[in-house]
């Protein structure tokens, strides 16, 4: 914290030096207080679960808390409403998108069709327009899933879910740079969405039935005598045992074994298959199970006898990958990272081993023993932001309520910081600890971003959509919740450097990029 903060005073100085802003009425706090304040909670705390639970704090959010109590309120949080009610413009924003307007297979084979035919040219030179043109609708579909998830952090009510949305987007991380990825993000994250604060076996199966899985971690590719481990290898070391689990090699290449012929057809022609495993072929959309491409062989997987059969192999292997102790315990620790601390007390994730175990690996189980631990309770205000949350709640923070129009400054943000979305290229997804993010070059980038924020300039209100027009938006962030209770959480030389702000610009910069908006 010292550090942090050391570095942040340092960036401060040098930028408020720099600051040309024009002189304005000095800030003052505005507003009525939010019910918190009349509530017996003491809405410190209520802030401080905000932060931790939610994308970030924001007036409406902190009202939300006060009036439910926050037992009642985590309670909502963790038993979302299925369909939760957007604002209308955000929601506006999400139905006018090709990936909510067209079914996700119809939407993969169009692009393989444009693919097809971008090939089949002869002429290099037409050729490459249509390989440009090809780049360019797969990047468009990729930003729309991303402007998508982003507009959910923002303004979905079920805020537990949609951190939990990018946690498990995280841990079983795709990269959409690889093939035709960015087609498939957007269907895929809303399938992990659905599942976020269910039953982990049930993630599971979703992500090991997705094409965007199979085609980043190769078991398209994965045949009966022409095999490739890279996804069991994952689906061991980083999806569910962990690293140490004391799995061996065989065990690597007989679920590998068990994974073939789980991959994609984006032909529309069903295989001609042998008539004793007819039976056995599926095909839900783009995904396919073929049998011709499957070992039928038995398995000894994790010391016990897999009878080759199909696609039940499959299931037999996640039922004892999810269930296994050592998942529960791997997974566990992975979330009180996430939430409690870098180092998470191991009675703690203990605890939490032990809710997923007699819960049968059920998340919301998970959290609730977490959120009502001491341990949580005491970390709450100490876990450093990674970009994602900063961006995040930085914009929560200055414009609770206000639908952006353009989710592009966002992308380019985490972009710069090194955390944008679905662009982690290795499987292991990106660090949940300080020492990954905390640099002097990252805050420095905090600075300016809480400055331009700060100043109303971000573009975050001006619309992709032809005739380009910007809204004016000018962040009011000494508001009722500054004064209710962050206010009462600064220490004295960030109140000092405030009050030093010599416009309201500089103030909002001072606030975003000070040490304690760095924590949640």
Known sequence: MTRIRS??????????????????????????????????????????????????????????????GTERWLEQQLKPAPRPALPPAVQAQIDAMTISQQPFAELAMAVEQQRRAMVAIRDPAEQKLARQAYQRELTRLGREAAHRSMLRALYSPNQLQEQMTWFWM????????????????????????AHALGRFRELLAVTSH????????????????????????????????????????RDVQELTRILTGFGINLSGNTPRVRPE?????????????????????????????????GPGELDEALDRLARHPATAKFVSRKL????????????????????????????AAVLRAMFRSDEFIASLGRKFKDPVHYVYSAVR??????????????????????QGLYLHQTPDGYALTQDAWASPGQMTTRFEIARTI????????????????????????????????????????????LDKATTPQEWNAFLLSSPEFMLR
């Open 397 to 418: 923070y200055a414009y609770d309520g206000k639908t952006i129009l353009n989710a592009q400054p966002m992308m380019g943000w985490l972009f710069r910081m090194g």
């Open 210 to 249: 997705h094409p965007a899985m199979l085609r980043y971690l190769d078991n398209a590719n994965n045949a009966a005598n022409r095999i490739n481990e890279n996804y069991a290898r994952e689906l061991m070391e980083l999806h569910t045992l962990g690293v140490d689990a004391g799995y061996t090699q």
């Open 336 to 363: 009180a990272v996430f939430f409690v601390s870098d180092n998470p007390p191991p009675a703690l994730v203990e605890r939490m081993a032990e809710a997923f175990r007699k819960s049968d690996g059920d998340v």
């Open 277 to 309: 495993h007819q039976g056995d072929y599926a095909k839900n959309g783009v995904f396919e199970f073929n049998p011709n491409r499957h070992d039928y062989g038995d398995k000894l997987f994790l010391g016990q006898t897999v009878r080759g059969r």
């Open 454 to 497: 700060g100043s109303g300039a971000a573009g975050l209100f001006r619309s992709e959509a032809a005739p380009a027009a910007d809204v004016p938006a000018f962040p009011q962030l000494s508001n009722a919740l500054y004064h209710a209770s962050i206010q009462k959480t600064l220490h004295p030389q960030t109140l000092s450097a």
């Open 170 to 193: 995280n841990h079983f991380n795709v990269f959409q740079g690889k093939a035709n990825i960015r087609a498939y993000v957007g269907d895929y994250e809303e399938r992990v969405r």
């Open 7 to 68: 570095i942040l005073l340092a960036v401060a100085a040098a930028a408020a030096a720099l600051a040309a802003c024009q002189s304005t009425s000095p800030p003052s706090g505005s507003g009525a207080a939010p019910a918190t304040a009349a509530r017996s909670e003491n809405p410190e705390k209520q802030l401080l679960v905000l932060n931790r639970v939610t994308w970030g704090a924001t007036t409406s959010s902190a009202r939300e808390i006060a009036a439910a």
